[in-house]
């Protein structure tokens, strides 16, 4: 079964400090993946997906096909990372349904 | 800009009736969800259409069901709303094997 795991429920830093969220996805087929962040008071929106291979707001994430992984990262945390971030997996063979993860609250401290 | 937008952003029912959640997308997408959304459960995919008339179940369909009349809507119908169905609903729609665009939430309490 299709499966999308985040394992953090809530990632505190300081500001300037590096951050990683964690993606570990469970699909037989070739993944697409995505991550979403939702800030206070706003809709989900997509941040980055892996075909693209861009950084976006200073967030990259690697697709790590041996560990089944697509994690989250930033050098330098910034007070306006904080938010909910989740990671998705689109199964291609079902097409396209998006699956999530739970989701990681991050909170940039100054 | 794609533009999701859902019939309203809070709403409150009583235990057993019948509520309908409206989704319409502007950009002509194959695809489209609905989600709830709960502190700590992450996005749980309720239902899923790839085309009018067609859905499929997604984790927790149980107590819920869907219609695509037309490739633009897509409704979530509680036939008889529960306490545990207050929560966040989200609606999203794709492109075949894209990114997800989504509507703003609706908050339904049921009391």
């Known amino acids: 079964a299709q499966r999308v795991t985040q394992p953090e429920k809530l990632l505190s830093v300081f500001k300037g400090a590096p951050v990683e969220l964690k993606c570990n996805y469970s699909?037989?087929?070739?993944?697409?993946l995505f991550w979403y962040v939702q800030y206070s008071r706003q809709r989900l929106q997509l941040l980055l997906r892996?075909?693209s291979r861009e950084s976006i707001k200073g967030f990259t994430a690697d697709l790590n096909k041996g560990e089944t992984s697509f994690h989250l990262k930033k050098p330098f945390a910034q007070e306006e990372d904080s938010a909910m971030y989740y990671c998705?997996?689109?199964?291609?063979?079902?097409?396209?349904?998006?699956?999530f993860g739970q989701g990681t609250e991050l909170s940039v401290k100054p | 800009d794609v533009k999701v937008t859902q019939s309203s952003r809070y709403l409150v029912k009583r235990t057993g009736e019948k509520v309908f959640l409206e989704c319409v997308q502007d950009?002509?997408?194959?695809?489209m969800f609905w989600y709830r959304q709960d502190p700590g459960l992450g996005l749980r995919l309720i239902y899923f259409?790839?085309?009018?008339?067609?859905?499929e179940k997604g984790d927790i369909p149980e107590g819920y069901s869907v219609s695509r009349e037309k490739k633009e809507r897509f409704s979530l119908i509680l036939e008889s709303a529960s306490t545990n169905q207050t929560s966040m609903y989200l609606c999203?729609?794709?492109?075949?094997?894209?990114?997800?665009?989504f509507g703003p939430g609706t908050r339904l309490t049921v009391t």
């Open positions: 892996h075909i």
């Open positions: 998705a997996l689109s199964v291609n063979n079902q097409g396209g349904k998006l699956i």
């Open positions: 259409s790839y085309d009018v008339k067609m859905k």
């Open positions: 699909y037989s087929g070739s993944p697409e």
């Open positions: 999203a729609s794709s492109l075949r094997q894209g990114k997800g665009y």
């Open positions: 950009m002509d997408h194959e695809n």
